[in-house]
């Protein structure tokens, strides 16, 4: 049972170009998190979302970053315009609809680099 | 604005001995996670701790909630250099169960 699975592993882009983030949930798993990580910091949460549903965007910023989980494919998280402040890891983490009490799984990060 | 706070936020120990990291929380919460980070790595969930006085063990690792206290521990015992890792808690958010609040994590360094 693949668990949940993210690319690019290393994003490398210049200021002012975009970035696309995939993240696919593991097998039987509707529910995607995103999460961002700074270096030496613990994680932010950034969006929620089930299939073709956006629950929280609370913690996105409000420009330049947009989410989305089509009924079909990957879940894609979407920066427009990237800064140098954009450098992070952003991890994506599933869960099971019906287990609120279990851990997120989160899949290995994708490592963006702004120049 | 529920905060946690980890500490120490590094350690370095030796190898055979005991150390406890603490993570305090400042709002009431249903729940704690324990993970653990590799360097440039994903987070692996330890454990995950339900109510007042729960306590889990996985080998070298036990973990216990005092919601009261709003303090949770995670104690190493007899460390080997295989646990060495950045360990993080994290609680649920007041309003919801995924948006997770984070301690900054503490990096542990366990020397052969």
């Given amino acids: 049972n693949a668990g949940v699975m993210q690319n690019p592993r290393h994003l490398v882009r210049r200021r002012g170009q975009e970035a696309r983030l995939r993240c696919s949930p593991m097998k ?8 961002r990580q700074l270096p030496e910091e613990g994680l932010k949460f950034m969006v929620y979302l089930q299939k073709e549903n956006i629950i929280d965007e609370s913690g996105m910023p409000k420009e330049r970053f947009s989410a989305e989980f089509p009924k079909e494919g990957p879940s894609i998280l979407r920066i427009q315009q990237v800064v140098r402040g954009d450098s992070a890891a952003y991890f994506c983490a599933s869960s099971p609809w019906d287990l609120p009490n279990s851990p997120l799984h989160f899949g290995n990060g994708t490592r963006l680099t702004v120049t | 604005e ?111």
Wanted: aromatic letters at 14%; hydrophobic letters at 35%; proline letters at 3%.
């Fill in chain 1, 28 to 35: 039987g798993h509707s529910h995607v998190y995103w999460y």
């Fill in chain 2, 2 to 112: 529920l905060k946690v706070e980890q500490n120490p936020l590094f350690l370095s120990m030796q190898e055979g001995k005991n150390y406890t990291i603490y993570c305090n929380y400042s709002t009431t919460s249903d729940r704690l996670y324990w993970y653990r980070q590799d360097p440039g790595k994903s987070l692996e969930s330890l454990f995950v701790l339900l109510s007042n006085g729960a306590v889990k063990q996985e080998g070298r690792l036990m973990a216990s909630l005092d919601t009261k206290a709003r303090l949770s521990t995670l104690h190493i015992t007899a460390a080997v250099h295989d646990l060495s890792a950045t360990y993080f808690c994290a609680v649920d958010g007041w309003d919801s169960n995924y948006q997770l609040i984070w301690g900054a994590g503490t990096k542990l360094i366990i020397k052969p």
